[in-house]
């Protein structure tokens, strides 16, 4: 029920439906996205295999594809750590393979 033009900048995204300024838990979420990936995939033309294989679906999901098209379309390491809640810079490079072999192959050229 908010006005996206003159909603306040520190509104979630995800709120609570008693209170628009409340984010909404784990917990909230989580049976939120399992209703709609089951309601989904009822409605789907998917074959059975497919059905069986987006059932397994996840917020765990969400967060890999998040890490993934966020390096995929170049944005910074650090950014996606902190977005990650990753400790060790290290975890979240692991979402940048191109980075990593053009950084191999500019060492190798450097060396060679």
Same mark, same amino acid.
């Given at each position: 029920?908010?006005? *996206?033009?003159?909603?306040?900048?520190? @509104?979630?995204?995800?709120?609570?439906? %008693?209170?628009?300024?409340?984010?909404?838990?784990?917990?909230?979420?989580y %049976?939120?996205?399992?209703?709609?990936?089951?309601?989904?995939?009822?409605?789907?033309?998917?074959?059975?295999?497919?059905r069986?294989?987006?059932l397994?679906?996840?917020?765990? *999901?969400?967060?890999?594809?998040?890490? @993934?098209?966020?390096? %995929?379309?170049?944005?910074?390491?650090?950014v996606?750590?902190?977005?990650?809640?990753?400790?060790?810079?290290? @975890?979240?490079?692991?979402?940048?393979?191109?980075?990593?072999?053009?950084?191999?192959?500019?060492?190798?050229?450097?060396?060679?």
């Amino acid at each position: 029920g908010l006005a *996206w033009a003159t909603v306040p900048p520190e @509104t979630p995204l995800l709120a609570s439906l %008693e209170d628009p300024m409340r984010p909404i838990g784990y917990d909230a979420l989580y %049976e939120t996205f399992t209703r709609f990936v089951k309601r989904a995939i009822a409605r789907s033309e998917l074959a059975d295999d497919e059905r069986r294989a987006a059932l397994r679906a996840s917020l765990h *999901w969400l967060r890999h594809t998040h890490g @993934t098209r966020f390096a %995929e379309l170049g944005g910074p390491p650090d950014v996606l750590q902190a977005n990650l809640g990753h400790a060790d810079p290290r @975890t979240s490079a692991g979402y940048y393979p191109a980075q990593l072999e053009r950084r191999q192959r500019e060492a190798e050229k450097a060396f060679a």
